[in-house]
């Protein structure tokens, strides 16, 4: 089982957008796949209508009193099922704090690997306890980024995070979305991508009406609109991912 996460320290850079849509593709492509849902704001949730279970605190899931298979959701595709948002995951750095340890996530992740080959974490944005669980357990961490200069302070924040905590970089990955060749700024950063930004992924994610309208249609793009732009930026950065897993 492999284990990949959508992280960086901004909101609104599309991180949840992505992890929905690379769910979908890999889900498409005939691998069991498990997306979970660590956002409190539940927005990838959200996009599959799916409600938390009554029963889904994350508390009792830190303190090791109910199984992970418990917090589990169809949702709604083949291939594909959720761990939904819970509002306790609101707590989950605190509970971290008083419970857990660096490999805490690592060990709750791992029974999952009887029934899915592949797990998506889509993750709040923040540099917490959480995170450094994350990082942690994570094959690779995939960072969407905007390319503007406040996204490469954020990507040498996340840097200095991760070598303070002696984690490896070599599992980041950033990658562009929200892409608007209209703009100079953006056209320039695809062309020339400042040094710092290193291990990035081939291709980007466009800015896209259609990734909007996923709202409107709660489904991943690819399903309401198969021959657009969006669909296939996902498909291509997905058969990436894909080869660098190993799936
Ligand atoms: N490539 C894109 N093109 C257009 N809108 C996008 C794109 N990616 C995300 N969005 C929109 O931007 C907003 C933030 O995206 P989201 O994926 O929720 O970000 P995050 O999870 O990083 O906070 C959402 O309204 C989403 O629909
Ligand atoms: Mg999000």
């Not at 593709?25 to 409190?40: E, R, V």
């Not at 279970?53 to 303190?63: C, H, Y």
Request: with cysteine; glycine share 4%; hydrophobic share 40%.
């Amino acid at each position: 089982m492999k284990l990949i996460a959508f992280h960086n320290i901004k909101g609104g850079v599309g991180k949840t957008a992505s992890a929905v849509n690379i769910a979908y593709q890999a889900s498409a492509s005939g691998i069991p796949t498990l997306l979970w849902d660590l956002d409190p704001q539940g927005a990838a949730s959200w996009y599959f209508s799916r409600q938390a279970p009554s029963d889904a605190k994350a508390a009792k899931l830190v303190k090791g009193k109910t199984p992970i298979g418990r917090l589990i959701t169809e949702s709604g595709l083949p291939q594909l099922d959720l761990i939904p948002s819970d509002v306790s995951f609101r707590n989950m750095d605190l509970q971290l704090e008083k419970h857990g340890h660096a490999n805490a996530l690592q060990s709750w992740v791992e029974p999952l690997a009887e029934d899915y080959a592949l797990v998506i974490l889509d993750c709040p944005p923040s540099l917490s306890r959480l995170a450094e669980n994350i990082f942690a357990a994570a094959d690779r961490i995939y960072v969407p980024m905007i390319p503007t200069w406040l996204s490469v302070n954020s990507w040498e924040q996340l840097q200095a995070f991760v070598k303070d905590k002696g984690l490896d970089r070599k599992r980041f990955h950033p990658f562009f979305t929200l892409v608007d060749r209209r703009k100079r700024l953006h056209r320039e950063f695809l062309e020339k991508p400042p040094e710092d930004i290193k291990r990035r992924l081939a291709g980007y994610i466009p800015y896209a009406s259609d990734i909007e309208r996923m709202g409107e249609y709660r489904q991943p793009v690819a399903l309401f609109a198969p021959r657009s732009p969006a669909a296939l930026a996902y498909r291509l950065m997905w058969e990436q991912m894909r080869k660098q897993l190993k799936l």
